[in-house]
């Protein structure tokens, strides 16, 4: 989702909520991560026997809530997505934000230079997390 959403072409007036969905999708991938890093500080933190085991299993039940989410998926879910895979229904367009085509956008016109920027920083954003 997050590729799509980096090589999306967006409008200039933002209705597609490009930037928006990126930040949605942001914050499922990192909310995890931060709650697991709060988790492990509070379980440092604790001196009394019970709390730690406490903090311990819910550690464990957050690294496990997405197999439970997915084992919720009803079968026909995922037979249209098997379908769909087979058939080649979800292609990822070419990337309309590449740094080349956005210097060149903004070399075309000096009035692009504030739409190019939120594409900038989706780039370094994608970067950013792609690589974390």
Known sequence: MLTFLKRMQGARDNRKGRLINLMICSMHILTPVLALYSI?????????????VKTYVMLGFIMNVDVLVAKDFPDEVLKNAEEI??????????????????????????????HEIPNILANLWFSVLINF
Do not use: C, H, W
């Open 40 to 52: 492990m500080i509070t379980l440092g933190q604790q001196s009394d026997l019970r709390q730690v």
């Open 85 to 114: 895979n087979k058939l080649g229904g979800l292609r990822i367009s070419k990337d309309y934000n590449l740094y080349s085509l956005i210097f060149a956008r903004m070399s075309e016109s000096p009035g692009m230079l504030l």
